[in-house]
């Protein structure tokens, strides 16, 4: 912003509270019987309203320039004592304002207190609100309270840098391309990184491409036996919910265990909005937590510790208020517009979209710029406004375009916090996942998923529609932070699905998984074709599915595509005039055979089709812009990491969690030591692009 906007800004809203603060007093000489803006004779409107603005200039002026002196020269009272004194001290800065205005201004010393007291608290109303946009204000705001707290709590000066991981949810690798690209870029305090200090990486994620699957292997090392975003376990005969706070604790210590770690921010560490806590100690808003009760695992004190403050809780409440009403617009308007694809956005959605795209990104910002004004070795946070926006308005949608703005403006907030940091920062920005574009599967087929299994298993197939809930992560975020129960509504997926009720179906954006509980082993191949002959069939050959995984007795793990052509994983060998993983890329084989090994795989697996030219799913949800499975973007994540840091990879492709998980871990410990200050070289593995050349 050019120096000349931001004086113009400031002196607007000096303009403006001095108004709010005459029509103020005003309105309290019209109703306070002791306090008076006119001569004994009486004046003109005009000359009370110029009274009044005098007075509530000098009152202004006399707070600006004199309070701090006075609290200064208190900082010896007892805090009580203090507290009692503000609003004598303000009645005598009122009654000295009105005494510059000769035989007009007049109020007796009880009034002025009372007086004094409504004009500051109008006033201070009025500047917080017109601050709700003014990121600098809000930054400053927050670096003086920082500086306030290194002062008290003794914060040293380090040279060692700290790191900060910025996970910006469901942004995928093209999308991000294509908003730092050209002259005036979408993001551009993203675009000045890669054009001059970072390089931009893209990783590969693995089959279950979502943000439980993906975050539990970067922050722990390990996302094995993680199948999808639900899936049914039949030894225990639940249905595991990753977004469900116990189930995200259970998925942790399964991680813990098999990586033999804490995590990623063991030392020193803090995670903010995530799933799990990475071994931190410092937590807010960390989904693994919430539901426990001790002093070192209070995840909900991050929504506290931020709504403590009153104008952060003005700001973010008018900004709440804004985004509902953002959303209805815009849902009315792409209903006007009949655009398609088009999915529902009614019900509580304006509120989660709300709750996604500013409650939770203000706290999770508001304690990233306190971890880092503060020291902290390293802090992993996650922003999950475009994952949810995208669900519903599509990956590239007007809507989506107008959060990725937000977002950028989040990254440069923080960006320039570390300007007053104890300690230089590195920044990495990175993403757990994409999303694909497409028509939901119901909407292109006129069934779901559901159906289709139950017809082929020769039972009745429902008339009403099921629908699975979606905004994943905003929606357990939003439940944890209303102390809500885990199950809420019939909507949602049940816990104990009754063992003879026919088959569980499950999705998880383009991925199904279809299990029998009934069986309580893993069926074979060979099983299901002899007790539900027509499913397999009826799932392969049918055109909104890519491919199927089975388990065959013969051959091991095996992929059934279209018109009987399939892939034994375990052999690599091909039947039929064509391979159904062909469509998903080179990498498709390997991350399929890898799920195929986990105990807790589905009978069935189910992957949509993908179109080979526009990269479109249909997603198995009520989701346009999904992700969970394989094909299209949604399987493209990015890394913007540091040129001082090493290259991700020196060759080849960066591919799947566990792996981005121990690049994280090879630059937290070059950060201890000392590490690289030039870039390696990166082969595929990165790409270090001018502004001009991005996108």
Same mark, same amino acid.
């Given at each position: ?302 929504? =506290? ?19 509902? =009403? ?28 709300? =709750? ?159 299990? =029998? ?49 399939? @892939? ?91 792996? @981005? ?35």
């Amino acid at each position: 912003m050019p120096p000349w906007r931001g004086v113009g800004s400031a002196v607007l809203r000096v303009l403006a509270v001095w108004a709010v603060s005459t029509v103020t007093m005003l309105l309290l000489a019209g109703g306070l019987p002791d306090f008076r803006l006119q001569s004994e004779h009486g004046d003109s409107a005009t000359r009370t309203a110029i009274t009044a603005a005098l007075g509530a200039g000098a009152f202004g002026l006399l707070s600006a320039l004199v309070w701090p002196l006075l609290v200064r020269a208190l900082l010896l009272v007892p805090a009580l004592v203090l507290g009692l004194l503000v609003f004598f001290l303000n009645g005598s800065l009122l009654w000295v304002a009105l005494s510059l205005i000769p035989e007009r201004g007049e109020a007796g010393p009880e009034t002025a207190v009372v007086v004094a007291a409504v004009m500051s608290a109008a006033s201070s109303t009025t500047s917080t609100l017109l601050t709700v946009r003014d990121d600098g204000a809000y930054r400053r705001r927050l670096a003086r309270l920082a500086d306030r707290r290194r002062r008290r709590e003794g914060t040293r000066t380090e040279d060692t840098p700290g790191t900060v991981f910025l996970q910006l949810d469901g942004v995928g690798h093209g999308v991000l391309r294509e908003a730092v690209a050209g002259p005036e870029p979408l993001m551009p305090a993203v675009a000045a990184l890669c054009g001059t200090t970072h390089r931009l990486t893209r990783w590969r994620t693995d089959w279950s491409s979502q943000t439980a699957a993906s975050q539990l292997g970067i922050l722990h090392g390990s996302n094995e036996d993680v199948p999808a975003f639900r899936w049914y376990e039949k030894e225990t005969g639940e249905v595991v919910v990753s977004n469900r706070p116990t189930a995200a604790a259970e998925l942790q210590r399964r991680a813990v265990a098999r990586a033999g770690d804490l995590g990623l921010l063991a030392t020193d560490g803090a995670s903010r909005g995530n799933l799990f806590s990475g071994g931190a100690r410092q937590l807010a808003l960390v989904l693994s937590v919430s539901a426990r009760r001790g002093r070192t695992t209070r995840s909900r004190a991050g929504y =506290f510790a931020y709504f403590s403050d009153p104008a952060n809780a003005t700001r973010t409440a008018v900004s709440f208020v804004a985004e509902v =009403f953002r959303e209805l617009a815009q849902a009315l308007r792409a209903r006007l517009r009949k655009e398609r694809p088009r999915v529902s956005r009614g019900g509580l959605y304006p509120f989660l979209r709300a =709750f996604a795209t500013v409650v939770e990104r203000d706290v999770v910002v508001a304690a990233v710029i306190g971890d880092v004004l503060n020291g902290r070795t390293a802090v992993y946070a996650d922003l999950v406004a475009y994952d949810e926006v995208a669900h519903h308005s599509g990956p590239r949608g007007r809507d989506t375009r107008q959060v990725l703005r937000r977002l950028d403006r989040a990254v440069a907030l923080i960006t320039k916090a570390a300007d007053h940091a104890p300690r230089p920062y590195r920044l990495v920005l990175l993403s757990d996942h994409g999303q694909s574009a497409g028509e939901t599967f119901l909407s292109a087929y006129g069934l779901t998923l559901e159906d289709l299994v139950r017809a082929g298993c020769g039972l009745p197939v429902s008339r009403r529609a099921s629908r699975t809930p979606s905004g994943a992560e905003a929606r357990a975020a939003a439940r944890a932070a209303l102390h809500r129960p885990e199950e809420g509504g019939p909507e949602q997926t049940p816990r104990r699905p009754a063992r003879g009720a026919g088959p569980v179906v499950l999705a998880s954006g383009n991925l199904g998984l279809i299990s =029998f509980p009934a069986v309580r082993y893993r069926m074979s191949r060979e099983e299901i074709e002899r007790r539900h002959p027509a499913l397999l069939p009826a799932l392969a050959d049918h055109p909104g599915v890519g491919f199927l995984l089975v388990h065959s007795e013969l051959h091991g793990p095996v992929v059934i595509g279209a018109h009987g052509c399939e @892939v034994r994983l375990a052999t690599g060998e091909r039947v039929g005039d064509h391979d159904p993983l062909e469509p998903f890329g080179p990498g498709a084989e390997a991350t399929v055979r890898r799920t195929a090994d986990f105990p807790h795989a589905a009978d069935i697996m189910v992957n949509s089709r993908v179109d080979p030219d526009t990269g479109e799913v249909h997603a198995f949800e009520e989701q346009i812009g999904s992700h969970g499975g394989l094909g299209g973007e949604q399987n493209e994540a990015f890394l913007l990491s540091p040129l001082r840091l090493s290259a991700p990879v020196t060759s080849g492709e960066l591919v799947g969690a566990e792996q @981005v998980h121990r690049v994280l871990r090879r630059w937290l410990r070059e950060a201890r030591t000392g590490g690289p200050r030039a870039p390696r070289p990166s082969g595929r593995g990165g790409d270090r692009l001018p502004p001009e050349r991005v996108g």
